[in-house]
């Protein structure tokens, strides 16, 4: 009995997946209402960005059911197969009903124009086909070979090979639908003479460039950077410059459109655009916001950018103007950062920013409050550190206060923050401290300053007591090297027998065992 009961459920199970794909495309042809007096108003059609979002949400959903059909199939789990091809077809049509419903199109054979045929929407009406006829050639083989009995290696194979097949075309059709939506937003950028049209055009590519780095490339492959530039080109929609220039610089986290970018000498625009102070304050913040992504050292396409050499001197001048300038915080940050970023791009961006004095520029604006973000110490920290390479650069640090400045820096603490950015923050500013003190001390007097104002009593505690540095190794190392280097000039008179057996006699790595909190296990 308890059998029969198992064979009906079971039997419910498979009808749903049976039916329920004819059963939505007869309701979604079907109106709800038979009078045409008394229906209700027809919703306003999507946005492009509404279409991306359902598009992208279906197709992550497609995509596990995919997985889990290759996973099922490996197992030869046959009851199973036959129940998710029907739920990953039904889902499949759905998703191209979706794509015919954002990228409304004639059939192809009432096309005046057989040029027409290259167009993107063409491309993706042959894709949708290619999956729709996909989908009844999987559905009737599962189909055909329910029977376990017929079940060999050759209709492994097929289906296999037809799932892989298939995976391709969904593939290539949600890239082709989602180009050609982004398309329509560069296009209303480009286009449009409505500021509004432009301004939400701009914001929703701003959206798209946080959801991840795919939909970044997707911008570039359809010109979107270019399009970005030109608009902050024309003083028509001045306005709309600093979201353009947002857009910018979320989208600029993939090789392409940093690539992009040079093509369309985006260095040189940038720094025109910092160099006009008839923008405003904040137009300016959001270029320097640019120059500062495309500047990271953490991009794996970190290189030398074109135009970057010719515009140096006016970047930094530029942007130093801004530091002195701003008016919040928010805007000092950028400013500093893109300064911090520019100096490990090239040695000659100390010269300049010695030329301009920005060292005594961040170090006068650290005592100020917009620069009372552990995030902003963190930027100008790297600044001094990159500077104190260079002998030329150290005489304007210890004129500027640059000394107290560091070991301010250094008595910063990650117990006294809870966010994890906050403490990953004061990690970086503690270890980028340290290792400007340890530049800055192979000059003897610059060494005795640090003495004289008992810098070397945090560094040894930075050694010792590993919740003041969060247990990081590279505050640690950085923390050795500066007391070795200070004791070396100095001597070790000013530090206690134990710190000197311990911190200073043994070998780096020694200390650094002896320091750590770290565990190995040897096999």
């Keep these: 009995m308890m059998s029969d009961i198992d064979s009906v459920q079971q039997w419910l199970q498979d009808l749903r997946w049976m039916t329920e794909s004819e059963c939505m495309t007869v309701l979604q042809g079907k109106s709800l209402t038979q009078d045409g007096s008394s229906q209700s108003p027809s919703p306003p059609p999507k946005s492009p960005k509404e279409h991306i979002d359902i598009i992208r949400g279906r197709a992550h959903i497609i995509s596990l059911e995919f997985s889990k059909l290759f996973k099922k199939l490996d197992k030869d789990r046959w009851h199973h197969i036959r129940r998710s091809t029907h739920r990953l077809v039904a889902n499949l049509r759905s998703l191209v009903h979706e794509c015919d419903s954002a990228l409304p199109m004639s059939p192809p054979h009432i096309w005046e124009s057989?040029?027409?045929?290259?167009?993107?929407?063409?491309?993706?009406?042959?894709?949708?086909?290619?999956?729709?006829?996909?989908?009844?050639?999987?559905?009737?083989?599962?189909?055909?070979?329910?029977?376990?009995?017929?079940?060999?290696?050759?209709?492994?194979?097929?289906?296999?090979?037809?799932?892989?097949?298939?995976?391709?075309?969904?593939?290539?059709?949600?890239?082709?639908?989602?180009?050609s939506l982004t398309q329509n937003l560069i296009h209303c950028i480009e286009t449009s003479p409505s500021p509004n049209a432009i301004k939400y055009a701009l914001l929703d590519?701003?959206?798209?460039?946080?959801?991840?780095?795919?939909?970044?490339?997707?911008?570039?492959?359809?010109?979107?950077?270019?399009?970005?530039?030109e608009l902050c080109k024309k003083e028509l929609f001045i306005s709309l410059w600093p979201h353009a220039l947002r857009a910018v610089a979320t989208v600029c986290c993939v090789s392409e459109c940093v690539q992009d970018l040079e093509k369309a000498n985006g260095v040189e625009h940038l720094t025109d655009i910092l160099n006009n102070y008839s923008v405003t304050e904040y137009t300016r913040s959001e270029a320097a916001g640019v120059v500062a992504q495309i500047t990271s050292p953490c991009l794996d396409h970190y290189h030398h950018l074109n135009g970057f050499l010719e515009n140096m001197e006016d970047l930094t001048r530029s942007l130093t103007v801004l530091c002195v300038e701003a008016s919040s915080p928010e805007v000092f940050l950028l400013g500093t950062a893109a300064i911090a970023n520019i100096t490990f791009m090239d040695s000659l961006a100390c010269d300049y920013l010695l030329q301009f004095h920005t060292a005594k520029v961040l170090i006068d604006a650290s005592q100020l409050h917009k620069a009372e973000s552990l995030f902003a110490k963190d930027q100008v920290a790297t600044v001094l550190a990159n500077m104190?390479?260079?002998?030329?650069?150290?005489?304007?640090?210890?004129?500027?206060?640059?000394?107290?400045?560091?070991?301010?820096?250094?008595?910063?603490?990650?117990?006294?923050?809870?966010?994890?950015?906050e403490i990953s923050a004061c990690e970086r500013v503690q270890q980028k401290s340290a290792i400007a003190l340890t530049r800055l001390s192979r000059d003897p007097d610059h060494a005795w300053i640090i003495v004289k104002c008992q810098g070397l009593p945090r560094l040894v505690q930075l050694c010792r007591e590993g919740k003041e540095r969060n247990e990081s190794d590279s505050v640690l190392v950085a923390s050795l090297a500066a007391l070795r280097k200070i004791a070396a000039v100095t001597g070790t008179r000013h530090l206690a027998s134990e710190d000197v057996q311990q911190l200073i006699k043994p070998r780096l790595l020694e200390s650094f065992l002896m320091c750590t909190k770290l565990e190995e296990t040897f096999v």
């Design 114 to 179: 057989i040029a027409q045929f290259t167009s993107p929407k063409y491309c993706c009406w042959l894709q949708e086909e290619i999956v729709m006829e996909g989908c009844t050639t999987l559905q009737d083989l599962t189909q055909e070979f329910y029977d376990e009995s017929r079940h060999d290696d050759r209709v492994h194979s097929r289906i296999y090979d037809l799932l892989t097949y298939l995976g391709q075309a969904f593939s290539k059709l949600v890239d082709g639908v989602l180009g």
């Design 205 to 229: 590519l701003i959206s798209l460039g946080l959801d991840g780095e795919h939909m970044c490339y997707i911008i570039a492959r359809e010109q979107g950077i270019s399009s970005l530039l």
């Design 388 to 421: 104190a390479v260079h002998e030329s650069c150290c005489e304007e640090l210890m004129e500027s206060n640059g000394f107290e400045l560091l070991l301010q820096f250094l008595q910063e603490s990650p117990l006294n923050y809870k966010t994890n950015s």
